[in-house]
Nanobody, 123 residues
């Protein structure tokens, strides 16, 4: 059973930064998603299992960075220049047995999900 544990959420003022962490029980292709109240879950960023391929949603390009530490089976999401519209519950997700360069922005492509961590950006 794959386990994913997110941490690092919180309350920050607009323009500030947060770093989210997702600790996994193995090395998988990973994605970060978010869901705001009344909205559908949307992709934020994704990274393949080696870290060589990445995807970013247009809304976060230039502000968010996804990286991974494979020695610790951890994926990080550094979020800078946060905006109020970034407020949401953030989830990490894992795809097992992915091809080497595989990344995806589609929630249905992922096999396991973390419990989520709240990010609130105040104006």
């Amino acid at each position: 059973q794959v386990q994913l544990v997110e941490s690092g959420g919180g309350l920050v003022q607009a323009g500030g930064s947060l770093r989210l962490s997702c600790a996994a029980s193995g090395r998988y292709a990973m994605g970060w998603f978010r869901q705001a109240p009344g909205k559908e879950r949307e992709s934020v960023a994704a990274i393949n299992w080696s870290g060589g391929s990445r995807y970013y949603a247009d809304s976060v390009k230039g502000r968010f960075t996804i990286t991974r530490d494979n020695a610790k089976n951890t994926v990080l999401l550094q979020m800078n220049s946060l905006k109020t519209e970034d407020t949401a519950v953030y989830y990490c997700a894992a795809r097992i047995a992915a091809a080497a360069g595989w990344v995806s922005s589609h929630p249905d492509d992922y096999d396991y999900w973390g419990q989520g961590t709240q990010v609130t950006v105040s104006s």
